[in-house]
């Protein structure tokens, strides 16, 4: 049984960097092509076991090459793939601009990651056995509300990357351990513009809020508590995609080992700067060696 279970997508990740984001009708010419295995669920997957953590994934993907290659990856990482379906519907993809400032776009097809919408035995056995479900919004929001009630119903810590931000039952955040949105998906859930203030909203129900901000740092609200602000470790960034994935991670990894909220929002804060400096999500994800001596 993994400490850590993360339900969500696994999508070959197509890249294409490029000098700016092209305009509508325009043609351009990109400098590069790669091939990456991403998706948020995946990644945060790969950020966690990299991060020393043990680990299962419940998903889905296609009987096809890019579905192989995917299973391949988490196996490679000893990512524990029993809940990984093979689906009739072709492998998701992310179809995503790089710019030549590390600015990125992406588009996801979501294919084989909306297949299997509902809870079924294999997924109920895996989080009754682990400590923590890490989940995202790139399966179907139906899933991820289910295996939340689920999981809290057996005791089992929750932590949501509300990503890519969507309208959540009213209930749902009850269900949420620890939600760990972006600055724009934090503003957008709450319906306010300003950060702290979204932090006190979607507090409201109990989880512990994280909020990532980039070169702006962490903002974090514990339950009971004021909003506070955790400093950025401050790098150039060569691509950004997954860094986001490879934060909530390596904070997973940590937590699970028992760390206090701050050093676990640190070793995640440490994990998705080095991940920034190098191209690509799950190819720019450091190991827990790298982390610790980034850590000092
Ligand atoms: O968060 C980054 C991820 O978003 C990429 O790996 C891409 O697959 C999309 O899911
Ligand atoms: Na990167």
């Given amino acids: 049984m993994s400490s850590i279970l993360v339900l969500g997508s696994a999508n070959l990740d197509l890249v294409v960097r490029q000098p700016r984001i092209a305009r509508p ?122 295996a939340l009630a689920y999981a809290q119903a057996h005791g089992v810590r929750t932590v949501l990357t509300p990503a890519p931000v969507a309208p959540l039952p009213s209930d749902l955040l009850a269900l949420v351990t620890v939600l760990v949105p972006n600055a724009r998906e934090a503003c957008e859930l709450a319906g306010v513009d300003d950060e702290f203030a979204a932090a006190r909203i979607l507090g409201e129900q109990g989880s512990t809020v994280i909020i990532t901000r980039g070169s702006r740092g962490v903002l974090v609200l514990e339950p009971g508590g004021e909003p506070r602000v955790l400093p950025a470790v401050v790098v150039e960034p060569v691509d950004t995609t997954g860094a986001g994935d490879t934060f909530t991670g390596a904070l997973c990894a940590w937590l699970a080992e028992d760390a206090s909220l701050d050093d676990a929002i640190r070793a995640g804060q440490v994990a998705a700067a080095i991940s920034v400096t190098r191209p690509g999500a799950t190819s720019a994800m450091p190991g827990r060696s790298e982390i610790l001596a980034a850590l000092g």
């Fill in 25 to 146: 009708g325009e043609t351009m010419f990109g400098t590069a092509f790669s091939t990456v295995p991403g998706g948020k669920g995946l990644n945060q997957a790969v950020a966690a076991a990299r991060a020393g953590a043990d680990v299962g994934f419940l998903g889905a993907v296609g009987d096809d090459e890019f579905g192989r290659r995917l299973r391949t990856q988490l196996e490679t990482d000893g990512i524990d793939t029993t809940g990984l379906a093979t689906v009739d519907q072709p492998t998701g993809t992310a179809h995503i601009a790089v710019t030549d400032d590390g600015e990125n776009s992406i588009v996801v097809v979501s294919g084989a990651n909306h297949v299997q919408v509902a809870l079924d035995d294999t997924m109920r056995s895996a989080i009754e056995g682990a400590r923590t479900l890490v989940l995202q919004l790139e399966r179907p929001v139906s899933l991820v509300a289910e």
